[in-house]
């Protein structure tokens, strides 16, 4: 677990600025967000989680905004983070970032409180959309979701 509790990381105007989370089990996955967030000036990493369990204690210690949760992570799975986040903590939004596009995922994260779903394979501009619109009070999905037979899904018939 991992916290940034550095003052100059958090810009001047800190009233508009989204608090985020990680929580990944992958190294790379991890550095890469923080470089692409760390030149956001309207985002702070406050943290870093490599399991769901981590991400659960690192929500109650350093209250985000928002979570980007990779749903396969040892000891806990992002689902069940989600779940108890969620239910504990209802100011926190999570947007699952993961691998997996299959709708069982899709729809199990939003059953359990996720306001977003992003694929690992989506560009930049779609993760800070993503962050910016969960943030605010909406919702979000990848393009290849909302297109697919997951979204039918969640929409109903």
Not at 52 to 57: H, Q
Not at 77 to 99: F, W, Y
């Amino acid at each position: 677990m991992l916290s940034n509790s550095d003052p100059e990381a958090v810009p001047e105007d800190n009233h508009m600025t989204i608090r985020i989370l990680l929580a990944d089990d992958h190294t790379i996955i991890l550095e890469g967000l923080c470089r692409l967030l760390r030149e956001q000036e309207d985002m702070e990493i406050v943290g870093q989680a490599r399991d769901g369990r981590a991400a659960i204690e690192l929500c109650r210690q350093l209250e985000p905004d928002v979570v980007l949760m990779d749903i396969s992570m040892p000891v806990l799975d992002g689902i069940e983070a989600t779940r108890q986040i969620c239910q504990t903590q209802p100011t926190v939004k999570v947007i699952a970032l993961s691998m997996h596009s299959h709708r069982v995922y899709v729809r199990e994260m939003f059953k359990r409180g996720a306001r977003g779903y992003l694929l690992k394979d989506c560009d930049d501009q779609d993760l800070l959309t993503a962050i910016r619109t969960v943030a605010e009070g909406g919702t979000y999905t990848s393009p290849g979701i909302e297109d697919g037979p997951a979204a039918r899904e969640l929409q109903g018939p």
